[in-house]
Structures are given as C-alpha cells and as structure tokens.
C-alpha cells in the first residue's frame, strides 16, 4: 500500500508562485505514474497534470498549461508541481495521485488510481 504525504500549499497572491511536493512510501515509485489534481469547495476533482514513470512524458490541463510544471525524482521517491504565474482561479486543495503499473493516460482520466494523499490547500488572493 502507497502512502503519499503531499506539501507546500499555502497563500500567494495572484501571479506569484509555490512548489508542491508529494512523497511517496510502501510501493516502488518508478512503477508508478504520477499525477497531480485539485479541488475547490463546491466542485468536482479535476486533473491538473501528470507525469509518466520515467519522467520522460507529462501531460497537462488547458487551464494550467505553460504555468504549472510537474516533474518527479524518482531516487527520492518525489514528485513535485511546480505553479508560477498563480491566479484566483487556481484557490483548491491539491491531491497527490499514483498509479502503479498506469500511464499518463489513465491519471490524466483519473483512472487505475491505486493511492492518494491527503492534500494540500493551496489559497491565491487577488
């Protein structure tokens, strides 16, 4: 069983930036791809971006596209978003996923998710 500690949420003001981290325990990382999501109060978890098991593929949302920037660490069990160019739309808490034995295709569709952390409130004010 995966265990994902996620941190690095906080409160920015709009165009500033942050760097979430998620760590991962119990399974081997490289097997997995890993993603990350988010959720504002009053609606559904949405996909922001994931990254492939080697790192060497990432995919992202439209709305986060050329702002945000996943990447892993796979010897330190890690994988990070980092978010520049923050706006108030961007305000949800952020989930870690893992997929193990997945693509990217299948966290990008929230599907085969074996694990999620517990997430992390990131706030932007405008």
């Known amino acids: 069983q995966v265990q994902l500690v996620e941190s690095g949420g906080g409160l920015v003001q709009a165009g500033g930036s942050l760097r979430l981290s998620c760590a991962a325990s119990?399974?081997?990382?490289?097997?997995?791809?890993m993603g990350w999501f988010r959720q504002a109060p009053g609606k559904e978890r949405e996909f922001v971006a994931t990254?492939?098991?080697?790192?060497?593929?990432?995919v992202y949302a439209d709305s986060v596209k050329g702002r945000f920037t996943i990447s892993r660490d796979n010897a330190g069990n890690t994988v990070y978003l980092q978010m520049n160019s923050l706006k108030a739309e961007d305000t949800a808490a952020y989930y870690c996923a893992a997929a193990f034995g997945g693509t990217t295709r299948d966290v990008s569709m929230m599907r085969g998710i074996n694990g999620w952390g517990r997430g992390t409130q990131v706030t932007v004010s405008s």
């Open positions: 119990g399974r081997t990382f490289s097997t997995a791809a």
């Open positions: 990254i492939s098991r080697s790192g060497g593929v990432t």
